[in-house]
């Protein structure tokens, strides 16, 4: 036998053993599976570095790849809760130095990598406030309260924001709903409910409520306004007028309270005082007789400012005068205990 045959023979059963072989077929590079691999740990690398964006990037565009692979899923959502973790603290960092350009920008940044969460939209109601641009508040505000309505911190702030911007209404709404779980909120949804009542009064009424301090005159329209008794009151014939209520806007008001005695006419100078402020001293006689004209009999409460306050009617405060807001608290509250 010659050796070509036999050299074809062995050739042979080497390349038929080759093909029986159970070793791993080539990997191709480009597949998914490899693409996926190669960028989780590329973002491992980012993360280990501090740039947890680069890496939630990456795991990100890992589980596009491979959407079947939940170990990429997973890592992608712990990164995005910490990255959304360390832009909240920076924001918060940055609205305490008052740096509220970094402020907005880490909240924008949160805005973006979580959409659905209120983080981005309360730093961005935080950062509008503080520069006064009320309105671009109140809108961040309420899309943060919308995406976490039962976050009792976001409802106060934007209960917060519906004061300064006049909404009182929606502040109302808003701290009756924190009342149900704080009661201290009471007092703020009572406030609201004041604020609102007086955005709505008649012209001459709502600027008597809004006086720093309020005068006669000003309080006989606020008692005409609010208490249908006095309104729809005669005035007997024969009773004072007073010549500084001639020729003024409040005059029917004015005669009125001086009909009804809550205000006097000097004999002397036919006069009644009705530029003159309300004084302190002088609201539990004013109160009492409102009282009377209600309900026919005096109260405890009416005694002195001190009672006043211990009712909680009018606070017993330093100052001579009253405020527009207090005498129509105060009137209001009156009008309570009447009834």
């Known amino acids: 036998m010659t050796g070509r045959p036999l050299s074809g023979f062995v050739l042979a059963a080497a390349v038929a053993l080759t093909a029986c072989s159970a070793g791993p077929p080539p990997v191709d590079p480009s597949s998914p599976e490899v693409r996926a691999a190669a960028l989780a740990k590329g973002a491992e690398d980012d993360v280990a570095e501090g740039r947890l964006r680069d890496g939630l990037d990456g795991y990100r565009e890992a589980a596009r790849l491979v959407p079947g692979e939940d170990k990429y899923q997973s890592r992608a959502a712990e990164l995005r809760a910490a990255f959304v973790t360390s832009l909240q603290a920076e924001a918060e960092a940055a609205l305490v130095r008052r740096d509220l350009a970094s402020a907005r920008r880490s909240a924008l940044a949160l805005v973006e990598v979580d959409p659905d969460s209120p983080a981005g939209y309360h730093v961005l109601a935080s950062a509008a406030a503080a520069e006064g641009r009320l309105e671009d508040a109140w809108a961040a505000a309420q899309t943060a309260h919308a995406r976490a309505p039962a976050d009792a911190a976001l409802a106060e702030a934007l209960a917060s924001l519906a004061m300064k911007t006049s909404r009182f209404a929606e502040a109302e709404a808003l701290y009756g709903g924190l009342a149900k779980i704080n009661r201290a909120m009471r007092e703020r949804q009572a406030a609201a409910r004041l604020e609102f009542r007086v955005q709505n009064l008649p012209d001459m009424a709502r600027k008597a409520a809004a006086a720093p301090r309020i005068t006669r005159a000003q309080l006989s329209t606020l008692l005409v306004t609010l208490v249908p008794e006095v309104a729809s009151a005669r005035v007997p014939p024969g009773a004072d007028v007073a010549i500084d ?73 330093a100052s001579r005068q009253v405020s527009g807001r207090e005498a129509f608290a105060a009137i209001d509250l009156t009008l309570r205990l009447a009834r």
């Open 245 to 317: 209520a001639l020729d003024r806007p409040e005059r029917g008001a004015l005669v009125k309270a001086i009909a009804l005695g809550f205000f006097s006419v000097s004999k002397e100078t036919h006069l009644v005082g009705a530029d003159a402020p309300v004084l302190r001293s002088e609201m539990p006689g004013q109160l009492r007789r409102l009282a009377a004209l209600l309900r026919g009999r005096d109260d405890a409460c009416f005694v002195a400012p001190a009672a006043l306050a211990t009712c909680g009617i009018l606070p017993d405060t």
